[in-house]
């Protein structure tokens, strides 16, 4: 069984351990089964700078039993046709962005098989359905997973059954599956137990009001963040809109993880350029209590420290202590070593 790598590739963008985080923006079907609003949402994620955009596939008769049919409504509105997917995947290229999509049924994985997606999208939905994630798995490109409602070892048995089908390029997404989830549900300790005891990419799928949460997963080491986006708000039977980016905050938010995970090296000893400038002002210099006239010899008690750093530093006392100074110096002045005789 093949080990997963820790870095692999989505549509040439190397994704992983010391890469850049890949920033999802997932549509889903906040098109609301318009193709005209769907465009608008790639360009959204486009202009904000996002890796990727990423819709929901399905085929309500495929996916909902009839025993469900309030769901069948709800979500047959806000299906789209198949040869409209392709348009928009043509689209996303005219774009410069990347196109892939959750497939929720057999008849939709098959769809974006033939769209030849550079990776696919594994819901939590899937949980407990080993044979889809084994199949998703066999057709050769990488696959991130979310593991929203999964037990623990409910995601190391679909880690397995995708492994078996010897697909190494996998990736597992911390989530929660509510919306929006309450603060003290989050758990983004998950990220780290995931990459720990899974020895595979991770990232974070989120479902939290603003964007705080994932923020923090970037700094928590989250590879990989799918955020929500939207055009409408405050839409009767829709959730997604409840933790969904927009038009007024999706380019801030990408902006803060590129600055964030800018931040986030680890600095060698000692200061940095810009913090040698700032030891002029904030540094402290040994500097005198009172007057001293040439000849004479300085006290401990003649010594204080003050700023600015741009005298003897006051790591250096025992260096001037006791020796005469060859000036007259005035109370406050700052000691250099060419005051000593």
């Known amino acids: 069984m093949v080990e997963l790598n820790q870095i692999f590739e989505i549509a040439g963008r190397p994704v992983g351990a010391g890469c850049p985080v890949y920033i999802i923006a997932e549509a889903g079907v906040a098109h609301f089964g318009s193709e005209d609003k769907a465009y608008r949402l790639v360009d959204l994620a486009a202009s904000a700078g996002a890796d990727a955009v ?5 085929d309500v008769d495929a996916l909902i039993s009839r025993e469900l049919p309030e769901w069948r409504e709800r979500l047959g509105s806000r299906q789209l046709p198949n040869e409209a997917f392709a348009r928009i995947q043509r689209y996303c290229q005219e774009r410069g962005i990347a196109f892939f999509a959750t497939a929720h049924d057999e008849k939709s994985l098959d769809f974006l098989a033939e769209l030849d997606v550079p990776v696919y999208k594994i819901g939590s939905g899937e949980v407990g359905n080993w044979p889809f994630l084994k199949r998703v798995a066999s057709l050769g490109k990488p696959v991130i997973m979310s593991t929203g409602m999964y037990r623990w070892e409910q995601v190391g048995e679909g880690l397995h059954a995708m492994r078996e089908a ?3 390029d996998i990736a597992v997404l911390h989530c929660v599956t509510r919306y929006p ?23 974070y799928s989120d479902h939290t009001r603003g964007f705080h949460f994932p923020l923090a997963a970037v700094a928590l080491g989250a590879r990989i963040i799918e955020k ?3 055009l409408d708000y405050d839409v ?8 969904s980016c927009g038009p007024s905050d999706l380019s801030e938010f990408v902006r803060q993880v590129r600055e964030l995970e800018g931040g986030l090296g680890v600095k060698d000893a000692g200061p940095s350029e810009g913090e040698r400038e700032s030891l002029t002002w904030a540094g402290k210099s040994l500097v005198l209590r009172r007057d001293l006239k040439a000849g004479e010899m300085i006290s401990a008690a003649a010594l204080t420290s003050k700023r600015p750093g741009t005298g003897i530093p006051p790591s250096e006392i025992d260096k001037v202590i006791g020796r005469r100074i060859n000036t007259d110096l005035p109370a406050d002045g700052i000691i250099q070593w060419e005051h000593l005789q």
């Not at 990423?54 to 399905?58: G, I």
């Not at 009767?236 to 933790?243: E, G």
């Open 54 to 58: 990423k819709f929901q596939v399905f």
């Open 166 to 168: 010897d697909n190494p």
């Open 181 to 203: 989830v309450p603060p003290d549900e989050a758990a983004l300790g998950n990220i780290a137990r995931l990459r720990e005891t899974f020895h595979a990419v991770t990232g």
């Open 228 to 230: 929500h986006i939207t």
């Open 236 to 243: 009767p039977n829709a959730q997604d809109w409840k933790v």
